[in-house]
């Protein structure tokens, strides 16, 4: 298992930036996988950006509605990964969560609020 606690959220205007942190309570690199999902009112959570953090070449994954504007990256040192989003929309208001997978467990943290608007 691991804990994750995610922070950075919070109210931007349309345009604006944001960056999410996660903070992990063991190494990243120990880790198979990190992901950043989001769950607006009324709908599914969604994948928005993964990458593999336990192999050492990383690949990365975003959904189609955030490619260009969104970055996943981390730092082992920290045992942290982030969430850079630029370009914000308004659609792109929800809880973001972070996630670690591995075998034996699909840990989640408890969520952050982005919400952007004017």
């Known amino acids: 298992q691991v804990q994750l606690v995610e922070s950075g959220g919070g109210l931007v205007q349309p345009g604006g930036s944001l960056r999410l942190s996660c903070v992990a309570s063991?190494?990243?690199?120990?880790?198979?996988?990190m992901a950043w999902y989001r769950q607006a009112p009324g709908k599914e959570r969604e994948l928005v950006a993964a990458?593999?953090?336990?192999?050492?070449?990383?690949?990365?994954y975003y959904a189609d509605s955030v490619t260009g504007r969104f970055t996943i990256s981390l730092n082992n040192a920290e045992n942290a990964v982030y969430l850079q989003m630029n370009s914000l929309k308004p659609e792109d208001t929800a809880v973001y969560y972070c996630?670690?997978?591995?075998?034996?467990?699909?840990?989640w943290g408890q969520g952050t609020q982005v919400t952007v608007s004017s």
């Open positions: 063991k190494s990243i690199s120990s880790i198979y996988s």
């Open positions: 990458l593999n953090s336990g192999s050492p070449t990383y690949y990365t």
């Open positions: 996630n670690g997978r591995d075998v034996g467990y699909d840990s």
